[in-house]
């Protein structure tokens, strides 16, 4: 007989593993498309140096400060929707604590328990802790694990940090003859690399992700540098 197999997770660890998943991927892949985009445009134009390390910590300061505010903003919306919903709950707690009785009562027997278990179930969880009871079970908010904005503006500023280090540095580092194939290549490399992580991180196919994360970069580059091409011939 086959053995069960739990590698799965069965709790809100997988719900919080992937909103930090998604942060961290989201910037890292936004750090390496957006900045390799505008250091490799500038490259169109031009192949000074200093240009080009100047537009890139200019996009990489922009982008992290940008990438951490959005998250905070997002997240910081989030959490008071959820502050909201569990003090609605606890003053329907205080107030009216038969009907909620009722209310979590149904809410277990729609998942699937009889009538009988579900109203001792309701009576038990209720008896136990009220709020959170009603908290998961109705609001799917568990009250210890709201979710944080500084954590997520922390992870995005870093993750867009970190991606955008490698076609900066791709960029101004080896020699000029070498410095746009560098780049390409680096980035791409990066590119599967965070698209790969992100899909078996999240349990999902790879070979999707990491297409989708490439040939996004890859348009991104050649978009930027026709541009950037095109403004240097005619001496813009």
């Known amino acids: ?3 069960p197999t739990h590698d799965e997770p069965h709790d809100g660890a997988l719900g919080a593993r ?4 998604r ?15 505008l250091v490799v445009g500038v490259a169109g134009a031009t192949g000074s140096r200093s240009a080009l390390l100047t537009a890139g910590l200019a996009g990489l300061l922009a982008g992290s400060m940008s990438m951490a505010a959005g998250e905070y903003v997002s997240v910081s919306t989030q959490r008071d929707s959820e502050m909201a919903a569990l003090a609605v709950e606890k ?8 009907a909620e009785l009722r ?13 009988e278990v579900a109203r001792e179930a309701a009576e038990q969880l209720t008896a136990r802790d ?10 799917g908010i568990d009250p210890d694990e709201l979710t944080n904005p500084w954590h997520a503006a922390w992870a995005s500023f870093l993750a867009f940090t970190v991606g955008a280090l490698l076609p900066l540095l791709a960029i101004v ?6 410095r746009l194939a560098v780049t390409v ?10 698209g790969f992580s992100s899909a078996r991180l999240g349990a999902a196919a790879p070979k999707r992700a990491v297409l989708r994360n490439v040939a996004g970069g890859a348009l991104a580059m050649a978009v930027t540098y026709a541009a950037g091409s095109l403004l240097g011939a005619v001496g813009v």
């Open 173 to 178: 580092l080896p020699p000029a003859d070498w």
């Open 1 to 3: 007989m086959t053995e």
């Open 130 to 139: 009220a709020l959170r009871a009603h908290a998961r079970v109705e609001l």
């Open 23 to 37: 942060a961290a991927v989201l910037g890292a892949n936004d750090g390496i498309v957006s900045t390799a985009g």
């Open 18 to 21: 992937l909103n930090w998943l």
């Open 103 to 115: 209310e979590l009562t149904e809410l277990l027997e729609q998942r699937g328990l009889s009538r």
């Open 91 to 98: 003053r329907e707690l205080r107030e009216q604590p038969e």
């Open 185 to 194: 290549l680096s980035v791409l490399a990066a590119l599967t690399l965070t």
